[in-house]
Nanobody, 128 residues
Framework: VQLQASGGGSVQTGASLTLSCAWS????????MAWFRQFPGKEREFVAG????????AYTDSVKGRFTISRDDAKNMVYLQMNDLKPEDAAVYYC??????????????????????WGQGTQVTVSS
């Protein structure tokens, strides 16, 4: 399995970006997917997650109402639509996959150590 993240860039405060993550391999529809981000000198932190079925989602509080995670199983893709970007959103963003059948409503997987596969990071820069 390989994950390929793309879509990062440099934008101004209030702008939008959509990150994409392409899955190569089998059984994409069996995996829950998530986006994490990492600030310099910090651990990776959970941003958003979506269950294998797409029926349950989870977001970290700071992005609720601004970011939307989605998946397209026909294309083996997962997306992170980021609106109203703020300087504090600037980070390296990673997509990740976990073999997990639970609900992201009730039992989201926040710990990056739980994830099975990772894409390379994509840099998001937000200037004020």
């Amino acid at each position: 399995v390989q994950l390929q993240a793309s879509g990062g860039g440099s934008v101004q405060t209030g702008a939008s970006l959509t990150l994409s993550c392409a899955w190569s391999g089998r059984a994409f529809s069996s995996y829950a997917m998530a986006w994490f981000r990492q600030f310099p000198g910090k651990e990776r932190e959970f941003v958003a997650g979506i269950s294998y079925s797409g029926n349950s989602l989870a977001y970290t509080d700071s992005v609720k109402g601004r970011f939307t995670i989605s998946r397209d199983d026909a294309k083996n893709m997962v997306y992170l639509q980021m609106n109203d970007l703020k300087p504090e959103d600037a980070a390296v963003y990673y997509c990740a996959a976990i073999y997990y059948s639970g609900s992201y409503h009730t039992q989201p997987k926040y710990n990056p150590n739980d994830y099975d596969y990772w894409g390379q990071g994509t840099q998001v820069t937000v200037s004020s």
